[in-house]
């Protein structure tokens, strides 16, 4: 195995996976082979097709205590050969609950050997400058732990291999996580000026190009990179269910948490 040829796969729809997977590889001190960004919809074609010659490092976000679904998926669709994996899921501050744990049971059941794991924390996808949920994060001193994270990481891939494999916090069976579709919760206002990037951001295809830049709601995952992607803060959260979720979090989840980190014996 070449330990070198390290690849990331992930789900990240507002880059808070994406940025502390890139900490992860910088602190094991490996170039990046292969960068596979599952949030763009083309890139989750033949996917069972994707052979790894080194270490993968398999993140995503939490929603509501599970892997969203799309990435879950995408992460059954692949193929290891007791391939080394470290695996990464970003929660906004509340819990990450089974997310953890479902990853690794795919990760394993994909023929992955998972060494390591961690939770890290990210700014929540409803937070907003009035409703702040844990801004800014991950923050340097989470990106310090990921690097940490990563070096650990790599000694177990580069010691002599014993199959040892990571226990995690979660439970099994996994709670019930998201449904699908999500209540109209996103007003477009007139600061928009049509310049498309939230089409761009969008993992779902659920913004309606033909109804002013509408959101689809059937389509919606309530990951609001729409919202976080646009220029001119065209997009905003309307008063409703989402918006008292929002409140709730703020009021409820403001302590700072601290990263988890797991590694095999």
């Not at 961690?118 to 009035?130: T, V």
């Amino acid at each position: 195995m070449n330990t070198d040829a390290i690849t990331l796969v992930y789900f990240s729809p507002t880059n808070t996976t994406r940025t502390v997977l890139e900490s992860v590889a910088k602190g094991m001190g490996k170039s990046i082979a292969r960068d596979i960004d599952l949030t763009r919809p083309e890139n989750r074609e033949n996917l069972s097709d994707l052979t790894f010659d080194g270490p993968v490092l398999l993140g995503a976000p939490v929603y509501a205590g599970r892997l969203p679904k799309d990435a879950a998926l995408c992460f059954k669709a692949l193929k290891g050969n007791n391939t080394p994996a470290v695996l990464v899921v970003a929660y906004g501050n509340r819990e990450y609950e089974d997310a953890l744990v479902e990853l690794k049971d795919i990760a394993q059941d994909r023929n992955f050997t998972p060494v390591s794991a961690a939770a890290f924390i990210g700014e929540h996808s409803f937070s907003s400058a009035s409703l702040p949920i844990a801004p800014g994060r991950p923050d340097e001193q989470d990106l310090a732990l990921a690097r940490e994270f990563g070096q650990k990481s790599v000694a177990l891939i580069e010691a002599a291999p014993n199959n040892a494999v990571v226990a995690v916090s979660g439970n099994t069976p996994y709670k019930e996580g998201m449904g699908t579709g999500a209540p109209a919760f996103i007003q477009v206002t007139e600061q928009c000026d049509a310049c498309g990037t939230c089409l761009a951001s969008c993992p779902k295809a659920a913004i309606d190009e033909e109804n002013q830049y509408a959101t689809i709601p059937e389509n919606c995952i309530l990951c609001c990179a729409c919202i976080k992607a646009c220029p001119n803060q065209a997009r905003v959260m309307m008063d409703g269910p989402i918006m008292d979720k929002a409140r709730w979090l703020h009021d409820n989840c403001s302590q700072r948490k601290k990263p988890q980190m797991f590694y095999s014996d």
